[in-house]
Nanobody
Framework: QLQLVESGGGLVQPGGSLRLSCDAS????????IGWFRQAPGKEPEAVAV????????NYADDVKGRFTISRHNANNTVSLQMNSLKPEDTGSYLC????????????????WGQGTQVTVSS
């Protein structure tokens, strides 16, 4: 089964940057759309950014447009999320997820999930 592992989270000051990475083991990500989701305690994950399997199309939540960039590196079997100009409200657990077919912002359509990496934006 496709397993995803996130890395790159941490504590950063407002205005800072982080780069998250989603890595797959044992299976190629080439056939999967990938999404990055942010989850607050006790809440459902919310889509931050998604990318199609061929990397040609992306979509972002309104509150991160212009600040976050999702990209995929199929040669390395990874998908990254570059986060710039971070704000305290960006704080949360960031999870990557995979699905076959179209990239969508609806979390329930994703079939494979990582465990998440914590991002805390605070001074």
């Amino acid at each position: 089964q496709l397993q995803l592992v996130e890395s790159g989270g941490g504590l950063v000051q407002p205005g800072g940057s982080l780069r998250l990475s989603c890595d797959a083991s044992r299976f190629s990500l080439d056939d999967y759309a990938i999404g990055w989701f942010r989850q607050a305690p006790g809440k459902e994950p919310e889509a931050v950014a998604v990318i199609t399997s061929d990397g040609t199309r992306t979509n972002y939540a309104d509150d991160v447009k212009g600040r976050f960039t999702i990209s995929r590196h199929n040669a390395n079997n990874t998908v990254s999320l570059q986060m710039n100009s971070l704000k305290p409200e960006d704080t949360g657990s960031y999870l990557c997820a995979a699905k076959r077919g179209l990239a969508t912002m609806e979390s329930w359509r994703y079939t494979n999930w990582g465990q998440g990496t914590q991002v805390t934006v605070s001074s």
